[in-house]
């Protein structure tokens, strides 16, 4: 009994591996070879990122996990992409505190300037 198991095994293991490397012939592969996934790049170059272009990017798996030159990619780009939007945003603030402060300013000093002219 125990020989006619090992005969079967031996019999199946030679199977499954004549299946999986084509069985010799070289042209009619059961498993074809498929190129590494590559990155498509989702995130716009001519518009800012939102939020529905970061959660359409994909990363495509590779054999023990991500490509890293993939993921640090994005994030380098995400991360001009902050630092651009934080850089704006000061922008901004500052323009507003200024007309904040003219504003509140504003009519006194264009009075003494005029007087100022006149005498």
């Known amino acids: 009994m125990f020989l006619f198991l090992l005969i079967a095994m031996v019999v199946v293991v030679a199977a499954v591996t004549l299946a999986v490397i084509g069985g010799g012939d070289s042209d009619s592969t059961v498993l074809p070879d498929v190129p590494p996934e590559q990155l498509v790049d ?3 170059i001519t518009r800012p990122v939102t939020r529905a272009d970061i959660e359409a990017v994909r ?3 590779a054999p023990r996990g991500y490509r890293m030159a993939d993921v640090d990619d994005i994030l380098a780009r995400l991360g001009a992409e902050v630092a651009e939007r934080d850089a704006r945003i000061a922008e901004l603030e500052s323009a507003l505190a200024g007309a904040q402060a003219a504003a509140v300013a504003g009519p006194d000093l264009f009075e ?3 007087e100022e002219q006149d005498g």
Do not use: E, H, N, Y
């Open 59 to 61: 990363i495509p798996v």
């Open 112 to 114: 003494k300037r005029g």
């Open 42 to 44: 989702p995130l716009p």
